[in-house]
Structure formats: C-alpha cells, structure tokens
C-alpha cells in the first residue's frame, strides 16, 4: 500500500476517537490495521476507511 501515513494521533482524529479511546481498540484486537514505522503505530487512510465501514451498522426504520 502508498500513500500518506498517519501517526496515532492524526489516525484517531481521522476516525472521530480520541487518541486513548483508539488505543483502548487496539489493546483489544479490535482496532484498525496498522504497522509499526519504527517503535510507534502507523496507519494508512485506506485501512482506516475500510475499519469504519466495517463498523457501520444498518439502522431499520420504524414505521409508525
């Protein structure tokens, strides 16, 4: 995979979490796909596009 590489931090604003809230996910396996750029967590955008899209969960309409 190319292309920019986020940090931890610029990752969990890219996803809407707070940089803890995102740790918490990857201590739990549930996490988006990273690598590790030396001794620190690295994202591509991709991978966290298709992590969110995983997580997206369809909402039925009530009919009244």
Known sequence: MSGPVLNHRKAAEYCGLA?????NL???GKGPKRFK????NAYYPADLDAWL?????RVEQ???
Do not use: Y
Not at 19 to 23: A, C, K, R, S, V
Not at 37 to 40: A, C, D, K, P
Not at 53 to 57: A, D, F
């Open 26 to 28: 990857n201590h739990l």
């Open 53 to 57: 899209e995983e997580r997206l969960v």
């Open 19 to 23: 940089p803890q809230t995102l740790e």
């Open 37 to 40: 750029n030396g001794s620190r």
């Open 62 to 64: 009530v009919s009244a």
